[in-house]
């Protein structure tokens, strides 16, 4: 908590010394259709329309969980992008990542999800690296994401950040692995499928 609210003064510090403004979610609220945006600490960032390997990595993904979680009878849920997420529960801070899994159901209504999700997937595209390897990567870990993970299907990785369990480095994977979540009971993703799939 220390650390969130330093990172947060921080942010706040350097709007204020380079005169820029501090975003709320109004605005996202207010963009013009068609137009997507995230909040991070009250800076906007524009989001660019995906590309088609994108969003397959980012439906093959979706239906791998979303059919393990119908087929157990889990208490999780799937959501995949456009999504809202409220992730600080806050007027400055919103997100659309491209695929989450809620487990606490509370969390969860029409709007979208309020407060940080168990499990978050972004899809790395060669505009969203900074966005997805930095600045998200400090936002979901500093709300209380439990796992967040990184698809690269340009170099067919995937790197795991478990920040339940505070492991230091990530772990990074490729598409000929098997790969396990600890979110999910039971659930292991044959990213050699995605592979076969992407081709």
Not at 50 to 56: D, E, G, S, V
Not at 99 to 113: A, E, M, S
């Amino acid at each position: 908590m220390v650390r969130r609210e330093a990172l947060y003064m921080q942010h706040v510090l350097h709007v204020l010394l380079t005169g820029g403004k501090m975003h709320t979610i109004d605005d996202i609220l207010a963009l013009p259709e068609g137009e997507r945006a995230e909040l991070i600490d009250g800076e906007m960032f524009m989001m660019a329309t995906p590309t088609r390997r994108h969003q397959k990595t980012v439906g093959w993904l979706h239906a791998m969980i979303f059919h393990h979680i119908m087929r157990k009878g889990g208490k999780c849920e799937v959501d995949v992008s456009p999504f809202a997420v409220f992730l600080k529960n806050d007027r400055w801070n919103y997100v659309e990542p491209d695929v989450i899994v809620t487990c606490n159901r509370d969390k969860l209504d029409d709007q979208g999800c309020h407060g940080a999700p168990d499990w978050v997937m972004e899809v790395l595209s060669p505009f969203s690296v900074v966005m997805d390897c930095r600045r998200k990567l400090e936002a979901y870990r500093s709300a209380g994401v439990r796992e967040y993970w990184i698809i690269d299907p340009g170099r067919e990785t995937v790197t795991i950040y478990d920040f339940e369990r505070e492991e230091g480095e990530p772990k990074v994977y490729d598409f000929t692995e098997v790969i396990r979540s600890e979110i999910v009971e039971d659930l292991e993703l044959d990213f050699a499928q995605l592979q076969e799939y992407l081709r």
